[in-house]
């Protein structure tokens, strides 16, 4: 008898506390959460034709909008907490090719092609039965209203693009982490 009491309280308790809310609370700004092992990269220009860039990442999460032809792409080592690096492009013929590229480059690849929430700080599934506490984060807008983009090479983002990066590269790096405890690539057996 004491403890369906004990847990109706708890249940009670708990329920009081959380209480009802929205399902999100939007911010205007993201930052990376976990303390990274090294500096983030230089943002590149990715051309037509260039291999990926060199250096051993786990998976590469891409950023496409298919209305504007653009994509930005973070290719992460998730094993050591590494961002090796970022690359970025505006013209549809040269995504096309990256995306083509990236498909044949052995790891997992996570395309984002719609806007996301990105949580504040890491969520954990809820429990079957139990309401979904509200997710406070930023969204990542896949799509900008920006056309017109100049060509390569372009300047390093600043304002609203830096930031738009920052939270990009925070997905990236969340959308590893989580991938990673689940499936990793196999190790090649090369000599």
Not at 29 to 35: F, K, L, W
Not at 103 to 112: E, I, K
Not at 134 to 158: A, H, K, M, Y
């Amino acid at each position: 008898m004491r403890k369906p009491l004990l847990l109706v309280c708890l249940l009670f308790l708990g329920g009081f506390t959380c209480g009802p809310g929205t399902d999100t609370v939007v911010q205007n700004a993201g930052s990376t959460r976990s303390p990274l092992v090294t500096s983030l990269p230089a943002i590149q220009d990715y051309l037509a034709g260039d291999p990926l860039p060199t250096g051993p990442i786990t998976h590469l999460v891409v950023a496409y909008c298919k209305n504007l032809g653009d994509f930005m792409a973070v290719g992460v080592n998730a094993s050591s907490n590494t961002v090796m690096y970022r690359l970025r492009a505006n013209d549809p013929t040269t995504t096309s090719r990256f995306l083509s590229v990236a498909y044949g480059a052995g790891v997992p690849v996570t395309v984002y092609t719609a806007n996301v929430l990105v949580p504040d700080e890491e969520v954990e599934p809820s429990v079957p039965g139990t309401p979904d506490l509200p997710i406070t984060g930023v969204i990542f807008p896949v799509c900008t209203s920006e056309v017109g983009d100049p060509l390569p090479p372009r300047p390093p983002p600043t304002g609203h693009e830096a930031s738009r990066w920052q939270i990009f590269t925070d997905l990236a790096i969340d959308t590893s982490r989580v991938l990673h405890r689940v499936a990793r690539p196999v190790p090649s057996t090369a000599p």
